[in-house]
C-alpha cells in the first residue's frame, strides 16, 4: 500500500539558525512519502546557504519579502501532496504528529483538516503567555496552521492565504473554512511545539490585536444578511468526539512480539470493522522477525512503534500512552476481531454512561483452523473496550509481570469501584498455538501468584485503613 505524499510548507524570513530543527522534527516523523518546500520571503541572513545544506530532500524557493501568506502561497502552488502541512521555520512537530493526523484524515473521508493541541516552549528571549494552559507541559487548544494536516482540497475549496494581510492571515483563513462548511476536527494529541523567543512576529501584539479585530469584521461582513443580521458561526474549540456530534474515536492497541505469521490477520479485522473512527497503535516489543515489514505494509493507517522487549504489560502502555481516543480497546497480534465488535460497543458504551469497561465472550480455536470447545466469557485485553478516563483511573498495567498483568489490572479496577458488563456476544477468536505468551513464559507462571498476593494486600491494607 503506498503512502500518499504529505507536501509540507515552510515560510523563512530570517530564521536560518531555526530551519534545521525545524526540518529535523519533520525527517523524525519516519514518514518515506514527504516533499519538503522552503519558501524564503526575502531574507538578508545565510537562509539559503542553510536551506541547500539540509538535503536533497529540501526544496528552496526565494521570493522577494512580501509575507508569510505570499510565502505559503507559493508553497501551496508548488505542493504537489494530497495532503498539506505547514510549519513555521521557528516551529517543531512532535514525534507521531504526520502518524495521528493522517490515520484520522484516512479513517474519514469526509474530514477536510484535522488539528491538535499545541505546546508553547520559551527558548531564551522567549518568555510564556499569560494563558490558562490545560495542563502541565503548556498545551492549549485553538486554531494554528501548524498544528494542523490538510487535505489538498481544502484550499482548493477555499482559496490560500490573503496576502493584503501579514498578522492573523491564518485566522482569516480557518473562519473562512468554517463560513464554507469545511469538516474540521480538533484532537486532544499535541502536534505542534510553538517556540517562542525574541524574534517571534507576534510579540508586537498591538499589530496582531489590531488586525484580529479586522479580520473578525470582515468575516462578520461576509456573513451579514440583507437583513444585517449576522449567523453565527459553529464551535471549533471543542475536542474531535463532541465537534458536530462526531462518533468518538478508538485507539486500537496491539502489543506485537514476531508476530510476522499472524499479525496481517490482525490488522484485517480491526480495518474490516464495521465502527469508524479507530486508530491503530502497534508497539513492537522488540521482535527479530520482520513484524516490522509487514505492519508497514499497511501504511499510514498503522501507527508504529517500537522499543526493547520488555513484555506485552508494558508495550500495551506504551500504546495506550499513545494513543488520542475516547475509547481504548486491545488486541493480541495473533488474535481477531469479528466485524461488528467495536460498533456495538461503542453503542453501549454511549447507551450507558455509567458502564466503564465492556466484555465479550471469546472463542479459542488452534491454529489450523479448527475451534477449541465453545465461546466462553472473556475477561481478557481482546473483548475489552474501555472509556479512556477509565483506563486512566485504574492505571498503566504492572510491567514487572510477565503474566498474568491483565487480571491484576481488572483486579484493580474492580477495586476501583470501575463498572462493567459481560455480553453474550463472541467478540474475539483467540489463537491457539505454539507460541502463545503463556507457553513462552510458562517460566513466569509463579507471576499468578504474585498478582494473587498484591490483590489480598490491597484489600487487608483497605480493610486496615478504615477499622
Known amino acids: 500500500m503506498a503512502n500518499p505524499l504529505v507536501s509540507v510548507v515552510i515560510p523563512v524570513y530570517n530564521a536560518a539558525h531555526f530551519l534545521p530543527h525545524a526540518i529535523e522534527s519533520i525527517r523524525a516523523q519516519e514518514y518515506d512519502s514527504l516533499e519538503i518546500i522552503v519558501v524564503d520571503d526575502g531574507s538578508s541572513d545565510n537562509c539559503a546557504h542553510v536551506a541547500q545544506s539540509l538535503g536533497s530532500d529540501v526544496r528552496y524557493e526565494r521570493q522577494e519579502n512580501r509575507g508569510p501568506s505570499a510565502a505559503r502561497n507559493r508553497g501551496l502552488a508548488l505542493a504537489h501532496g494530497e495532503f498539506i502541512a505547514f510549519l513555521d521555520a521557528d516551529d517543531k512537530w512532535p514525534v507521531h504528529k504526520l502518524s495521528v493526523q493522517l490515520g484520522r484524515l484516512l479513517a474519514e473521508p469526509q474530514l477536510d483538516l484535522v488539528l491538535g493541541r499545541i505546546q508553547y516552549v520559551a527558548l531564551p528571549g522567549g518568555e510564556l503567555p499569560a494563558y490558562q494552559f490545560e495542563g502541565p507541559e503548556n498545551t492549549i487548544t485553538h486554531v494554528h496552521l501548524g498544528s494542523g494536516l490538510y487535505r489538498k482540497r481544502a484550499f482548493d475549496r477555499i482559496g490560500g492565504f490573503d496576502e493584503s494581510i501579514r498578522f492573523c492571515e491564518d485566522v482569516d483563513w480557518f473562519l473562512r473554512a468554517r463560513e464554507n462548511g469545511l469538516a474540521m476536527r480538533i484532537l486532544r494529541t499535541t502536534t505542534l511545539l510553538y517556540r517562542l523567543h525574541d524574534q517571534n512576529m507576534t510579540r508586537d501584539r498591538d499589530s496582531p490585536d489590531r488586525l484580529l479585530t479586522h479580520v473578525l469584521k470582515r468575516s462578520m461582513d461576509r456573513r451579514r444578511t440583507s437583513q444585517g443580521a449576522v449567523p453565527s458561526l459553529a464551535g471549533w474549540l471543542s475536542y474531535d468526539e463532541w465537534l458536530n456530534g462526531a462518533p468518538p474515536l478508538v485507539s486500537v492497541v496491539m502489543p506485537a512480539y514476531n508476530a510476522e505469521r499472524h499479525i496481517g490477520e490482525a490488522?484485517?479485522?480491526?480495518?474490516?470493522?464495521?465502527?469508524?473512527?479507530?486508530?491503530?497503535?502497534?508497539?513492537?516489543?522488540?521482535?527479530?522477525?520482520?513484524?516490522?515489514?509487514?505492519?508497514?505494509?499497511?501504511?499510514?493507517?498503522?501507527?508504529?512503534?517500537?522499543?526493547?522487549?520488555?513484555?506485552?504489560?508494558?508495550?500495551?502502555?506504551?500504546?495506550?500512552?499513545?494513543?488520542?481516543?475516547?475509547?481504548?480497546?486491545?488486541?493480541?497480534?495473533?488474535?481477531?476481531?469479528?466485524?461488528?465488535?467495536?460498533?456495538?460497543?461503542?453503542?453501549?458504551?454511549?447507551?450507558?454512561?455509567?458502564?466503564?469497561?465492556?466484555?465479550?465472550?471469546?472463542?479459542?480455536?488452534?491454529?489450523?483452523?479448527?475451534?477449541?470447545?465453545?465461546?466462553?466469557?472473556?475477561?481478557?485485553?481482546?473483548?475489552?473496550?474501555?472509556?479512556?478516563?477509565?483506563?486512566?483511573?485504574?492505571?498503566?498495567?504492572?510491567?514487572?509481570?510477565?503474566?498474568?498483568?491483565?487480571?491484576?489490572?481488572?483486579?484493580?479496577?474492580?477495586?476501583?469501584?470501575?463498572?462493567?458488563?459481560?455480553?453474550?456476544t463472541v467478540w474475539l477468536r483467540r489463537r491457539i498455538h505454539e507460541d502463545n505468551l503463556g507457553v513462552r513464559e510458562r517460566a513466569s507462571r509463579s507471576d499468578y501468584l504474585r498478582v494473587l498476593k498484591a490483590a489480598m494486600d490491597r484489600r487487608r491494607q483497605s480493610a486496615g485503613n478504615t477499622a
Open 267 to 424: 490488522l484485517e479485522s480491526v480495518l474490516a470493522q464495521t465502527y469508524a473512527p479507530i486508530e491503530i497503535v502497534v508497539v513492537d516489543d522488540g521482535s527479530s522477525d520482520a513484524t516490522a515489514e509487514a505492519v508497514r505494509r499497511f501504511g499510514p493507517r498503522v501507527r508504529f512503534t517500537a522499543q526493547t522487549n520488555a513484555g506485552a504489560g508494558a508495550a500495551r502502555n506504551r500504546g495506550v500512552a499513545m494513543a488520542s481516543g475516547r475509547y481504548i480497546a486491545f488486541l493480541d497480534a495473533d488474535d481477531s476481531w469479528p466485524p461488528e465488535k467495536l460498533a456495538r460497543q461503542v453503542e453501549i458504551l454511549q447507551q450507558n454512561p455509567a458502564c466503564d469497561l465492556v466484555f465479550g465472550q471469546v472463542q479459542q480455536f488452534y491454529d489450523g483452523g479448527a475451534d477449541l470447545g465453545g465461546p466462553e466469557p472473556g475477561i481478557l485485553p481482546g473483548t475489552l473496550l474501555a472509556r479512556r478516563e477509565a483506563f486512566d483511573r485504574v492505571g498503566p498495567l504492572t510491567e514487572t509481570l510477565k503474566l498474568g498483568e491483565f487480571i491484576d489490572w481488572y483486579a484493580r479496577a474492580r477495586e476501583a469501584g470501575l463498572n462493567t458488563r459481560m455480553e453474550a
